[in-house]
């Protein structure tokens, strides 16, 4: 590294560090801009992020929003998405919550309301109601409150139809 932070290899033209690098050249990113977004960003589930509260991070209010958000830091308040939630290991919410599709890592207290699914995953601790028409819950979770399963949304389940055996005939002899 020379002067200024200008790059200069033998042989070769000294090289701005903003400068792109070469098509053949491996980038050379500081640690901190290597975010392992696969690793950082990623949740069970696949699919891509719209938004993350990351570790540090802290939120009071009313969050709303369309596609999947990732909370790691701290919020307080109210969630309401008819998309996905996900609450990564270490995150501590402290609302009540109307998703889509809840996965919990995290520490939750308050009620959540999911219309497809809920999925707990170790270490996760929830201290609420959870009303979903499925739930997933990891061998470690911790969950202190109720669980209602039904479908929500204005959605009823097919109720089974009622089969009655046919009367018998009585002859007269």
Same mark, same amino acid.
Request: proline share 6%; with cysteine; hydrophobic share 35%.
């Given at each position: 590294?020379?002067?200024f ?5 033998? *042989?070769?033209?000294?090289?701005s560090?903003l400068?792109?690098?070469? =098509?053949?050249?491996?980038?050379? %990113? $500081?640690?901190? =801009? ?5 690793? /950082? ?5 696949g ?9 540090? !991070? %802290?939120?009071?209010?009313k969050?709303?929003?369309e596609?999947?958000v990732?909370?790691?830091g701290?919020?307080?308040?109210e969630i309401? $998405? ?5 609450? *990564?290991?270490g995150?501590?919410? #402290? @609302? %009540?919550?109307? @998703?889509g599709a809840v996965?919990?890592?995290? /520490? ?5 309301? =999911?219309?497809t ?13 959870l009303?979903?028409?499925?739930? !997933? ?7 202190? *409150?109720?669980?209602?399963?039904e #479908?929500?949304?204005g #959605?009823?389940?097919?109720?089974p139809?009622?089969?009655s ?6 002859k007269?002899a």
């Amino acid at each position: 590294m020379g002067l200024f932070g200008i790059r200069k290899e033998p *042989g070769t033209a000294p090289v701005s560090p903003l400068a792109a690098p070469a =098509a053949n050249e491996p980038s050379k %990113e $500081t640690p901190m =801009a290597m975010l392992k977004k696969e690793e /950082e960003l990623s949740y069970r589930g696949g699919g891509e992020l719209n938004a993350l509260l990351g570790k540090g !991070s %802290e939120f009071e209010g009313k969050l709303t929003f369309e596609g999947t958000v990732r909370i790691d830091g701290k919020f307080s308040g109210e969630i309401h $998405t008819n998309d996905v939630l996900v609450i *990564g290991e270490g995150a501590r919410v #402290q @609302a %009540e919550i109307s @998703a889509g599709a809840v996965v919990v890592n995290g /520490e939750v207290q308050g009620n959540i309301r =999911a219309k497809t699914s809920i999925e707990l995953h170790h270490p996760a601790k929830i201290r609420g109601n959870l009303e979903t028409p499925s739930l !997933s819950m990891d061998k470690g979770v911790i969950f202190e *409150g109720s669980c209602k399963m039904e #479908q929500l949304g204005g #959605q009823t389940a097919a109720k089974p139809a009622v089969v009655s055996a046919p009367t018998p005939i009585k002859k007269d002899a």
